[in-house]
């Protein structure tokens, strides 16, 4: 990293003008520290996108909710979480990324108390939404500590494996806590959880995260931050309306088209900004551009495969939501193990070569689940498909990570970790609809558990597919790249 004339010995400074102490090439023990307080912050934030779905029937029973707005609690938290969290990758670089990570985590425990004592649906709803917004904030401002405090290279992987690790981890583990939480006391403790663990980091984090800044703060792109954030909700608002109402829903059509002109208008307003929101020559990286596909075909993938093994489980073998959920426990393994290995793969074999070989576990390992049956001996396999596809999408999930934050200055780490957590964000939310399209197509109300099973086996092609075509895509456009 280049010195700039008048920094003191010791003091590194980034091609951005970003100014911090250097950083060790081992793990000390402040960076143990460090790196706990935002694996903790992460994995609450994990757990929190899938700790409701579970509880949803009793949540709507409990509030008044009338079936139809059900959906509307989790759409409520992924707009906001989705729709923002560029916008709050580039707040972070300007006010500085521990101040947004510490005001995110606050807003956090606030909302989740909220909404743990919410009388009304309308108190719910608002509760989730800024919860959305605080992990739209906590996120990528998370992420970017976490990358400037560790050096590029084995250290970053090493973070960086760990936290996607145990972001997975999270979300199974969401499912998981939901039902347990709900059986044994009440749904409200799937808010109220998260509250004393917010608490505990806001007090520890001051005390061991520095502060993390570019020495002149940028100017905010206030039109390109207006043209990707409405962008992108008008683009996760379409996704969710299409997978609730199908793809022929006009509110859905208009959504996504206009989300997809917004965010044409984003790419062309960022050409023009003396100051943008994210800078074109950043969006024509290459390891920016495919590290991105590569991680955004994850994320839709084994989402939505978790979605298709509900289905099957629920509507095929008769299993309780709560039995569905524990039963994700190995792929919460699987995704444990891929992510703890990351590091040492990606030193033996390089990122791309990691992107290829997690995306073709994973495609093998889906392929595999198309052979299920009707009965519950078929458990053994649907166990050991998801444990193997938990270790390659892990694979090819810190292998995104690093790809897409590598080679980039200190001072815009906010806006490349904001384009990774949007990149999360909206495969998340894309997946489901994606699948539950396929999976129901020509599935009717009176349609048995053989139709159900076909359908489930169709979806299922088609996600192992999209993961084959991203490893295809990491090897022919990341060669050459920077650290592949």
């Not at 729709?83 to 990324?97: C, E, M, N, P, Q």
């Not at 806590?177 to 980091?201: E, I, Q, Y």
């Not at 024509?284 to 551009?289: A, F, G, L």
């Amino acid at each position: 990293m280049a010195m700039v004339e008048g920094v003191p010995a010791g003091v590194e400074a980034s091609v951005g003008g970003s100014v911090r102490e250097s950083v060790p090439d081992r793990m000390t023990g402040r960076l143990r520290l460090v790196l706990v307080v935002l694996l903790v912050a992460q994995f609450m934030l994990a757990v929190d996108f899938s700790i409701l779905n579970v509880a949803l029937p009793v949540v709507g029973q409990g509030l008044g909710f009338p079936l139809a707005d059900l959906q509307w609690i989790g759409t409520s938290f992924a707009l906001a979480a989705a729709g923002f969290t560029l916008l709050f990758g580039r707040i972070a670089d300007i006010v500085g990324r521990r101040r947004l990570f510490l005001a995110g985590l606050a807003l956090l425990g606030i909302s989740s108390l909220v909404g743990g004592l919410a009388v009304s649906p309308a108190m719910l709803l608002a509760a989730r939404v800024a919860q959305g917004l605080a992990t739209a904030a906590v996120t990528p401002a998370g992420l970017s500590l976490l990358t400037s405090s560790f050096p590029e290279g084995p250290l970053r992987d090493k973070a960086l494996g760990l936290n996607g690790a145990l972001m997975s981890a999270g979300f199974t583990a969401g499912a998981v806590l939901g039902g347990v939480l709900t059986d044994l006391l009440s749904w409200r403790w799937a808010f109220f959880v998260n509250v004393p663990v917010a608490v505990a980091v806001l007090i520890v984090a001051p005390l061991v995260i520095k502060e993390s800044r570019p020495a002149v703060r940028p100017r905010l792109d206030v039109p390109g931050a207006l043209a990707v954030t409405l962008g992108l909700l008008a683009l996760v608002l379409g996704l969710t309306t299409a997978g609730e109402k199908g793809w022929g829903d006009p509110v859905g059509l208009v959504s996504l088209t206009t989300g997809a002109v917004l965010l044409v208008v984003f790419y062309v307003v960022e050409k023009g900004a003396s100051a943008p929101l994210v800078p074109v020559a950043m969006l024509r990286r290459r390891t920016v551009i495919w590290g991105n596909v590569a991680g955004l075909i994850a994320f839709v993938t084994e989402t939505s495969l978790v979605f298709l093994m509900t289905l099957y489980l629920q509507k095929v073998l008769g299993f309780s939501p709560l039995a569905a959920g524990l039963s994700f426990g190995v792929l919460g393994l699987g995704t444990v193990a891929g992510g703890l290995v990351a590091a040492r793969v990606i030193g033996r074999i390089g990122t791309r070569a990691t992107l290829v070989t997690g995306g073709a576990v994973q495609a093998v390992a889906t392929v595999a689940l198309v052979a299920l049956g009707d009965d519950r001996g078929w458990m053994a396999l649907l166990l050991a498909g998801t444990f193997l596809g938990g270790i390659g999408n892990m694979l090819v999930i810190v292998g995104f990570m690093v790809t897409a934050t590598s080679g980039i200055p200190d001072a815009e780490q906010g806006m490349a970790t904001g384009l990774a957590t949007m990149t999360q964000q909206v495969g998340i939310t894309m997946g489901a609809p994606v699948m539950s399209a396929i999976a129901t197509a020509g599935i009717t109300a009176s349609s048995g558990t053989g139709a159900v099973l076909d359908g489930i086996g169709n979806a299922v092609l088609v996600n192992a597919a999209i993961v084959l075509a991203g490893a295809v895509l990491a090897a022919l456009f990341l060669r050459g790249a920077r650290r592949t």
